[in-house]
């Protein structure tokens, strides 16, 4: 059962508008979440994440946003640039030592 | 400072066969992880280690062993390999649990025929 959804496979963008991924959970146990980017035969990369005291939170082009009631996490990225095509996770933890789970990912493709 | 690094990037294995994928990181983190990702999914937890001699299971840990001798090291063993554990691995190092984020390598691409 997948406590970490991640729903749309692949999402297309124009150059210079807004990306919208979006990330939903089951666990209310999870209180941290993060956003990974990854690059094809490369690892995952730290993109932005935020605790779930939070409802925003911001690092330049990203703002990953939570709604706790509804279990829903978004990431966007504006404006959305030609070096931002690469597949997204949605990550989560509940405090512990004991890793993170992830989404299956989203493949964002921006196009000129 | 090289961050986190893994030997082989790829191997073909036969059926049966063993083999144990190299994980090194060098920023001093006491905490260190496996996954797998299968091909459309996301990242699995095998297993992890709080550090040197403390090592405990993931989600997906049969037909895998691990140890932790020194706080850099973190091998993953394969023993009697399958085709079910052809599948990308990464290793990863955290500085600490919960909630802070983990540092990567580029992954083992294995592939068991």
């Known amino acids: 059962d997948q406590q970490v959804k991640q729903n749309s496979p692949s999402l297309s963008v124009q150059e210079g508008r807004i990306s919208i991924l979006n990330c939903d959970y089951t666990n209310s146990m999870f209180d941290y979440f993060l956003w990974y980017k990854k690059y094809p035969a490369e690892g995952p990369t730290f993109l932005i994440s935020i605790s779930s005291i939070k409802d925003k939170n911001e690092d330049g082009r990203f703002t990953v946003f939570l709604n706790k009631s509804a279990k829903h996490l978004s990431l966007h990225i504006v404006p959305s640039q030609p070096g931002d095509s690469a597949v997204y996770f949605c990550?989560?933890?509940?405090?512990?030592?004991?890793?993170?789970?992830f989404g299956k990912g989203t493949h964002l493709i921006i196009q000129p | 400072n090289a961050g986190v690094t893994q030997t082989p990037k790829f191997r073909i294995l036969k059926i049966g066969q063993s083999m144990t994928l190299q994980c090194t990181q060098d920023m001093n983190h006491n905490y260190m992880y496996w996954y797998r990702q299968d091909p459309g999914m996301g990242l699995k937890l095998i297993y992890y280690?709080?550090?040197?001699?403390?090592?405990d299971k993931g989600e997906v840990p049969n037909g895998y062993n691990v140890s932790r001798s020194t706080t850099e090291d973190f091998p993953l063993r394969l023993e009697l390999a399958a085709p079910s554990q052809t599948s990308v691995y990464f290793c990863?190092?955290?500085?600490?649990?919960?909630?802070?984020?983990?540092?990567f390598g580029p992954g083992t691409r294995l592939t068991v025929t």
């Open positions: 990863a190092s955290s500085y600490l649990a919960g909630n802070y984020e983990q540092y």
């Open positions: 280690s709080v550090g040197a001699g403390i090592t």
């Open positions: 990550a989560a933890s509940e405090g512990g030592a004991d890793g993170l789970t």
